[in-house]
DNA sequence: CTGAAAGCGCTTACAG
DNA sequence: CTGAAAGCGCTTACAG
């Protein structure tokens, strides 16, 4: 059926080790040889195979793409979604080809498939249940983790500082002259969440402003949908409190606020300023375009396949945890008129 | 190194072949064989290696992604993020993985890859160049495009109704009284562009209203950018046109008209009507929640997906042209006030 | 510098 | 019902 090297041999009229030496570069060919074998190659287009080569080396130069959610869409998660792209490019560039899996419900079926399919190594992004994790260690596959939320410390992380990040976007509202702060802090369970609002909090204490619990609201998933339900629900206490500022653990939570604060005729940022978190490409779009803290995705997307590709050459790194920089992007949600 | 059928049929007595056998559920085996080779396999935790099956069965259970976008992200794109979406869905019930892969610049490394992975079949998204599908062609894997834009009339294409969802805008906006639209069009050598705008113009022409082509913009990518840079250059011929109505042939590019009305105070849906096309996720967050044809994304996955199967079973689809249903979503866009 | 042989981990006829 | 053998398409020592 398909060109095999058995073919472009015969066609050369060398041996299969000789094609092979010429394809692989290593080994002595003679010039001749090589030309010859060179030209029929090209002349049939032929491509060696990757399932075979994979066989003998055991290695298939795939990795694969583990990705939690519960209810939600995943690769084009607004958020997610950035880091696939990014560890998309990334491997392409050190020739992975890359299995992307989401998972729903019982997240071993999914990972079962990365097992079978044999991929040099995975990486597994958002929330996990530990009893995946725990199924995937009994494997040898290499694997680490990006944004995760995990107690188990054996495993490699790739995140973003989150509690820098909650302090940069505490420092930019409290900066802008604000004392009361409204906060709709996502699912605490997740690492990501709860560092950023403990770093905002953290931030606002150390300049004597404790931020009061009951100025805080958990929406149970971080989505917009929840965003905005809170924000509906806790509307009369917003506006009884005074707050002139928002904040949200994420970018989609607080565009349900700020959709909230729309129907209700509530200027932003005049009339309250709001913030997010992540940079989604969203973000920019709206009017007004949210301030946020931006969360270094490209970076996060390269760290991982480029550690993956430590693990998986056996150049095992020293460090458990690699952290990407946050960074302020100031917009119109929180502009001072002048 | 990893478990093998050998170290199974050793443990449990018996050859490679029963063990092969019982995992199979193809051929005859004791009930006595079978209980112990099944329980060591639970024991172990084996798994069979999935490239030594692949080798032999001549079938990876792996499709490839192919996606094309000059200089965007792809995965996480608002538009395409959800067939890509779809399409994972729906091959991980049909146990393929999915190797995705976007590109750049000359396409043709990337369709080597999977070339070389030996996927069995292949979904291109998007407008591929002409060489990319000629050189797919000289290979032997099953291949289909979604949302595609191709001269080439052999391939299997699964598309949305876009000159219906042209009609179905203008009905809706006609509907509401409108009688002078704006239109800002996308590429027109994308198929879905080119039949938007002209489903749209053909609706209103046989309402008698002709889109004179003073009324047309075509920003020159479709994007949000594009859509804000392009209404800001015609803003003042848009103000002194008495337009009421804005259709854009996506939503992203409606977004950014939309930034800009927002930016003039421009009141929407007050002043002005806006739709867009496509449906993204966005649509729904921003406020005014945009009113837009929704293309069935999920259904387009999904066909895909069982189309590429069909092929790669050899059972041969007779229909080329596979069309998806476009529906109206109204949102606050063109809400009418009451 | 080159070819024959063995082997990667499976499956699939084919004997028995 | 079961096992030995061949083979999927490569690569990798090993002789020569």
Redesign the pocket.
Known sequence: ??????EIAARA?????????V??G?????????DKVQQIIEELQ????A???A????RTNNIGVLIYRRDHPVVSHPFYGKIVDAILATAAGMNYSVFVTTDHDMSLRSADFMMEKRVDGLILISRLQQNVIDYIKNFHVPYLMVNGSTDDDGIIQIVNRDEEGGRKAAQHLYGLGHRRYFVLAGPQAHRSHFLRLKGFRCQLASRGIPIADESVVYPSASTFEEGFNMMRRHYEHFRAGGYTAVFATNDTIALGAMKVLAERSVLVPEQVAVMGFDDIEFATMLTPSLTTIRVNTEEMGRQAVTMLDRLIRQDVPQAKLIEVEPKLIVRQSTATNN
Chains 1, 2 share one sequence.
């Open positions: 059926m398909s060109l095999t090297i058995k009229g060398v041996s299969k080790s000789t094609v092979s030496r394809i692989s290593k080994g002595y060919t003679s010039p001749e040889a090589r032929y491509k060696p195979n399932v075979a080569r066989m003998v080396s055991q």
